[in-house]
């Protein structure tokens, strides 16, 4: 993509705990050290916005995947660049996305289960092992992983899948890091 850059939506999907969040926060500092406008949509910090607050019945995770990406689509038509840190677990949510969106980028953290899994903060996948929390994507509810991501990242802390998505966004890589 060349020109003048303009908004854009780059969605980060992944298991939870593959990095989603970490890699935003990269993201989101080299694109202002680059002097552009951008703002991530962690999946989690905008559940906690929205009221009421949805649930994770699929009836409301299709309803919080719309928003998402229609807010997403939103901000990017004003010219920023929006991170969306979100499992997004179905396909259907980020195609979805991606049709209401200026410009998207996929970004695919390609990481193991049992990576996700050991390094769990939250103790999600604990719950889910004990069936109190039993959609969760890659333990009860089925993850679809992207056919044909613009980037796969190994984890938040991919400096080369960093380098690529800005690539993409047309800004070279922004000296040492």
């Not at 991170?83 to 980020?94: F, K, M, N, P």
């Not at 679809?144 to 990242?153: C, F």
Request: a positive charge; one cysteine or more; proline letters at 7%.
């Amino acid at each position: 993509m060349s020109g003048a850059m303009s908004g854009a939506v780059v969605w980060l999907t992944g298991l939870p705990s593959s990095g989603k969040s970490t890699l935003a926060r990269h993201l989101v500092a080299r694109l202002r050290a680059a002097s552009r406008s951008a703002v991530v949509l962690d999946g989690d910090e905008v559940r906690g916005a929205l009221v009421p607050r949805p649930g994770y019945t699929p009836e409301e995770r299709d309803s919080f995947y719309a928003t998402i990406a229609g807010l997403a689509a939103l901000l990017a038509r004003q010219d920023l660049v929006v991170l969306v840190a979100a499992t997004g677990h179905r396909r259907a949510y980020r195609d979805g996305a991606r049709a209401l969106s200026p410009r998207f980028l996929e970004v695919f953290l390609d990481v193991p289960a049992e990576e996700c899994r050991r390094r769990d903060r939250k103790g999600l996948y604990a719950l889910a092992a004990r069936g109190t929390l039993p959609n969760l994507p890659g333990a009860g509810a089925k993850f679809e992983p992207p056919k044909a991501p613009e980037v796969v990242a190994r984890g938040g802390e991919d400096a080369g899948a960093l380098d690529e998505i800005l690539s993409r966004l047309d800004l070279a890589p922004a000296g040492p890091r």
